[in-house]
């Protein structure tokens, strides 16, 4: 994880999201725009069983990632949904993806969730890029609360956003079926005012 910084004013952001998202630019990673080149990257990335044992199943082909990275940008363009691709710095490959999606129509709450290729766990690579996203979240598109579901059992996954500060508000029981079970879902959630006090450990994205 890269060392902590003093807190800086985020920039002015006027672009409109849905006519495409901007880049975002971290210590480790930056986030664009999906591209329809991208569909072979991502299902080598995201098609391992580390990365799909707690996650809902990605496409289970490069043109499943094609249709889904299509429909992403649809989506985007609707107002309703955005992905981003996470990059590593001095690669134009994507090793994972950050997804955004409303859960009312105005936007002001959403659900957030996320994949990264195993290789990349435990480098900092996550807390980077999510940094990155939820900054986005609050400040270009508004939101002011965001919340994520991790299964109880994904004690990375939930380590992680514990890391980033979200707050675990409770437990959905049997609420997430994979591979014929249903498993316990931990709900958390982070505030726009709570992640304003949070950002003093975090550096400030850079949006061109």
Request: hydrophobic fraction near 45%.
């Amino acid at each position: 994880m890269p060392a902590p910084s003093a807190l800086q004013a985020p920039p002015s952001v006027t672009t409109d999201w849905r006519t495409g998202l901007p880049l975002l630019t971290g210590n480790l990673v930056s986030l664009r725009e999906l591209q329809a080149s991208d569909a072979p990257a991502l299902f080598a990335a995201l098609s391992t069983d580390q990365v799909t044992r707690f996650i809902s199943p990605p496409p289970a082909t490069v043109e499943g990632f094609g249709r889904f990275i299509s429909w992403a940008i649809r989506q985007r363009q609707s107002g309703a949904y955005l992905c981003f691709a996470i990059v590593p710095n001095g690669s134009d490959t994507p090793v994972g993806i950050f997804q955004v999606r409303s859960l009312e129509p105005a936007f002001g709450t959403a659900e957030w969730g996320f994949a990264l290729a195993s290789e990349c766990w435990g480098t900092g690579m996550f807390t980077d890029g999510a940094a990155l996203l939820v900054d986005f979240a609050f400040d270009v598109i508004g939101i002011h609360r965001l919340e994520a579901r991790a299964a109880l059992k994904n004690g990375r996954g939930n380590g992680a956003l514990r890391k980033l500060g979200a707050v675990q508000e409770g437990v959905l029981r049997r609420s997430f079926l994979r591979n014929g079970e249903y498993l316990d879902q931990a709900l958390w959630t982070i505030l726009q005012d709570d992640w304003a006090q949070a950002k003093t450990v975090w550096s400030s994205p850079v949006i061109h």
